[in-house]
């Protein structure tokens, strides 16, 4: 927060900008997280602190966290460990898609909130699915089987051991927030790519492929 106050001071102070666009997060207001908490700050520090014309893009859970190395290698073996029900509704997000949003805003004039306006707060996501969905997905696009699991002893080590992802997993579980995927869809036209192209076109089926080969790409 205070390296937003540094930021948003410096761009009062030059007066050359007309816009900003910030990565938020996708959350209702009693989601008690700490790090979501943190993201809403910052979006206040821009537009009510220092008034300066804000577009808060609020991601979802961000495909690319599934190719972490904690989480892709037992999914190519056929367990997808996700501690939420089989059909508990997901939405997903991917980093590019975020990019590629921001920089439709920037590019837009008439995108810009007037100085001093309320930020406009938009929830982004490409696709809603599942954790059953998903593993589909993964199938489908590595050519091997995989089921999901509901990871219960995870959620409990958390819960113990590991309090901010604690937070992340009730969050996931009990939030009822929501995105709007058609009206995005309708707003920018091509820039959202669903799970199964995501999973191509960052060639999930390729064994030997890691999240720092992707992370190259991005």
Request: glycine content about 4%; proline content about 7%; hydrophobic content about 40%.
């Amino acid at each position: 927060v205070q390296r937003a106050q540094h930021l948003a001071a410096s761009i009062k102070e030059s007066g050359g900008l007309t816009h900003v666009v910030y990565n938020s997060a996708a959350a209702e207001p009693t989601h008690g997280v700490v790090r979501i908490a943190q993201k809403h700050a910052v979006e206040d520090v821009f537009s009510t602190e220092f008034g300066l014309p804000s577009t808060c893009l609020r991601a979802n859970l961000f495909m690319e966290e599934l190719w972490k190395s904690y989480t892709r290698p037992p999914i190519l073996k056929g367990t997808y460990p996700f501690s939420l029900p089989p059909d508990r509704a997901v939405y997903l997000t991917s980093v590019r898609d975020m990019g590629r949003l921001a920089g439709a805003c920037l590019a837009r004039p008439d995108a810009a909130p007037a100085a001093g306006a309320s930020p406009r707060r938009l929830n982004v996501a490409s696709e809603l699915t599942s954790p059953a969905k998903m593993a589909e997905a993964f199938a489908k696009a590595q050519g091997s089987p995989c089921v999901h699991e509901r990871a219960r002893l995870l959620r409990w080590i958390a819960r113990l051991f590991l309090p901010d992802l604690y937070e992340v997993i009730q969050f996931y579980r009990t939030s009822t927030e929501t995105t709007d995927i058609d009206a995005l869809r309708e707003e920018f036209p091509s820039l959202l790519t669903p799970f199964p192209d995501f999973l191509e076109e960052t060639r999930w089926g390729d064994t030997e492929a890691t999240y720092e080969d992707l992370a190259r790409s991005l």
